[in-house]
């Protein structure tokens, strides 16, 4: 058996807690406050004490999708990869880059959301790219 | 937040305005009641009887909306009895004497008048903020879901800088960030009008050096709001939407609406971690990782950049986002070669004077907080120190009250509000899987004062019919007098009663938040 303690940052408020995920054998199974957190100082509210609880649901996505004769069905990354890509270019050559549009996320990482406006921006052309700040 | 989480433990007022702070920020509210351990004053305005309002030393409930009224009340008195802090207003900003202007029309008596708070607690809110040695302002979601959200904000930092509450330790004006990664999301340029930083996309000299940084051509046209790509593809002008983490579907205004937009898209792309209802109207679903698959940063809402780990491996197929991206991109046409999200945020700091000395070996430990220029700067934990505005000089607005965009009448007599609970978090998708937190709070209740209630014959438990001019719903209603007469309010977490099915698209002119906050609804008991 392996047992593990991961020091990391919260996913749900502003506030970024610092705790530790334990997990024994790659499975999620409780969550440890961080007394040294200079935000939290050992403590969690409600959310924070159960948050190894959703990770591993499983309802979670583990496939790509496309959807084909109107229904959502798996398919390899290689096939979601490239139909994504080829429908992008096609697209911006038909109706110019302002005419895709992207929503950033205010639940991903700082160097994910830098690689999505990146993308807009200089391999897409747009500006078109917006999150979820005011709601 | 101008200021430390840390620094309100140290504050000698604290104004709460528009922020649940126990419910959707806990860890902050602590920071609070540590405060008032220590004898600082609490100040809490809130259209709902909130939990921190049991240790307040004034607690007022403001009519919805009337906010800008509130604020301009208080600042009218506190230059009626001289308690503004000439000094800083000379010294570090401009603009005053037009607000000093507006500020006539804002006596105590009518300001009573607009938002049902006596002329004493707004007397009584002057003297604790404006005289305590260091006093600090903290806001949330009420302050801004409003088409005055801007103005709201505005006049915050009219009365912080009129009593020179800002710029030294323990003041500030402190806006409580709603979602883990908010800050960072702006901060990294997921805005239409900026880069990372912000620096702006209409700026040719930062044009340039983006151009320079990335090889390729850019634009300096400000791209599309989120309500604005939506009526864009509405009216054909929008083909693709490219949706990374995020849910509109029961995150955005007037749901009937978002639906038609993402059914007339040529293309959805959704990438997320799980079956959300947005993923369901999408064309292609890329299966992401949550934070507890991967490696990364997030910035909180006093700007510290703070580490992530990955504690387990991506589950089944899934794969890393920003690899996802990567290959999209490369596959597009537009080559990206990263080898890890430290390679990616060794570009981010190249390119960002603020994250400029953050790299991931600095990050052990507390983080750091922004700006943060060069490898030998240890972080900033408070803006403007001694009046040193961004800008230069700190700038006065003078902002009228303007009411709501939809106010109630016959057809729609009461007023609605949104918010959150606390143990749930935005649109349910994570939360709602766990099963402890769903326990506590399994479904939507509609907060509803008794004496309304009794009108229509309603109780505690019984469903009632929720009717705006965008849509209806059904939910459970709760009596409860935390919520005054002729207003209702419900959580937005929850798909099956979706409370973004009434709320109204009306947007701020400025920024373009919409105005979740206010709204004017029937209410009919199910029979």
């Given at each position: 058996m392996e047992y593990k303690t991961t020091l990391t940052t919260c996913?749900?408020?502003?506030?970024?807690c610092g705790f530790y995920l334990e997990s024994i054998d790659g499975r999620l199974v409780g969550t440890i406050p961080s007394k040294?957190?200079?935000?939290n100082k050992g403590k969690l509210c409600i959310k924070g004490w159960n948050v190894?609880?959703?990770?591993?649901?499983?309802?979670?996505?583990t496939r790509p999708l496309v959807r084909k004769n109107g229904e959502l069905q798996e398919v390899s990354w290689d096939e979601a990869l490239d139909y994504t890509a080829d429908k992008l270019r096609n697209i911006k050559e038909a109706?110019?880059?302002?005419s895709i549009a992207f929503f950033a996320s205010a639940k991903v990482s700082n160097e994910e959301n830098y690689l999505l406006q990146k993308f807009a921006r200089a391999?897409?052309?747009?500006?078109?790219i917006d999150h979820c700040a005011r709601l | 937040m101008t200021n430390s989480i840390d620094e309100l433990e140290n504050t000698d007022c604290i104004f709460v305005i528009g922020s649940n702070t126990t419910s959707s920020h806990p860890i902050i509210a602590t920071r609070i009641f540590r405060a008032k351990q220590k004898g600082a004053k609490i100040i809490v305005a809130d259209p709902r009887k909130i939990q921190l309002g049991m240790l307040a030393d004034v607690e007022v409930q403001q009519n919805l909306g009337t906010d800008v009224a509130l604020l301009n009340g208080i600042m009218h008195v506190i230059m009626d009895r001289g308690w503004h802090k000439q000094e800083f207003i000379d010294a570090h900003t401009e603009g005053f004497d037009a607000v000093k202007e507006v500020l006539k029309n804002y006596p105590p008596d009518k300001v009573s008048e607009i938002t049902g708070v006596s002329a004493d607690d707004i007397v009584k809110i002057a003297e604790y903020y404006a005289t305590s040695e260091a006093s600090s302002i903290v806001y949330c979601m009420g302050i801004t879901q409003h088409t005055t959200g801007v103005d709201n904000v505005k006049s915050l930092a009219n009365l912080a800088m009129m009593t020179g509450?800002?710029?030294?330790?323990?003041t500030g004006v402190n806006p409580l960030r709603g979602q883990n990664n908010v800050q960072g999301a702006c901060d990294m340029?997921?805005?239409?009008?900026?880069?990372?930083?912000?620096?702006?996309?209409?700026v040719p000299e930062v044009q340039k050096k983006f151009e320079a940084a990335w090889g390729a051509s850019l634009s300096n046209k400000v791209g599309l709001t989120i309500p604005e790509m939506m009526s864009g593809v509405m009216s054909g002008s929008v083909k693709a939407l490219y949706i990374l983490?995020?849910?509109?579907?029961?995150?955005?205004?007037d749901t009937h609406h978002v639906e038609k937009a993402l059914k007339a898209a040529e293309l959805v792309i959704v990438q997320d971690i799980f079956r959300t209802p947005t993923a369901e109207l999408a064309h292609v679903v890329l299966p992401g990782v949550s934070f507890a698959e991967k490696d990364g940063t997030f910035s909180n809402t006093e700007r510290r950049v703070l580490k992530v780990r990955q504690a387990v491996a991506p589950m089944g197929d899934a794969r890393h986002d920003w690899e996802i991206i990567q290959d999209i991109s490369t596959r597009f046409g537009y080559a990206m070669h990263y080898d890890s999200p430290e390679a990616i945020m060794k570009e981010i700091s190249s390119v960002t004077p603020s994250y400029g000395g953050i790299t991931y070996a600095r990050l052990e430990g507390d983080g750091l907080q922004w700006?943060?220029?060069?490898?030998?700067h240890s972080g900033t934990?408070?803006?403007?120190?001694?009046?040193?505005f961004t800008r230069g000089k700190g700038m006065f607005f003078p902002i009228e009250y303007k009411a709501p965009a939809e106010v109630v009448d016959e057809e729609y007599p009461l007023w609605l509000t949104t918010g959150r609970v606390f143990a749930h978090y935005h649109t349910g998708t994570m939360t709602r899987r766990a099963e402890a937190l769903n326990c506590e709070i399994p479904e939507a209740i509609l907060e509803v004062n008794p004496a309304d209630a009794g009108k229509l014959g309603i109780r505690t438990g019984d469903w009632v019919y929720l009717t705006t001019r965008r849509g209806k719903i059904a939910v459970k209603a709760q009596l409860t007098d935390w919520i005054k007469e002729s207003i209702v309010f419900m959580p937005f977490h929850f798909v099956e009663a979706n409370a973004n099915v009434l709320?109204?698209?009306?947007?701020?002119?400025?920024?373009?938040?919409?105005?979740?906050?206010v709204c004017a609804v029937k209410l009919e008991k199910v029979q």
């Open positions: 996913p749900y408020c502003g506030c970024g040294t957190s200079p935000v190894h609880e959703f990770v591993q649901h499983p309802n979670r996505l109706s110019g880059p302002d391999g897409v052309g747009t500006n078109n | 509450q800002i710029g030294r330790e323990n340029g997921g805005l239409p009008g900026v880069y990372t930083g912000y620096q702006a996309v209409t983490g995020e849910n509109p579907m029961v995150s955005d205004p700006p943060c220029p060069n490898a030998e934990k408070f803006l403007h120190k001694g009046g040193a709320t109204n698209t009306a947007l701020d002119p400025i920024c373009k938040i919409p105005e979740l906050k």
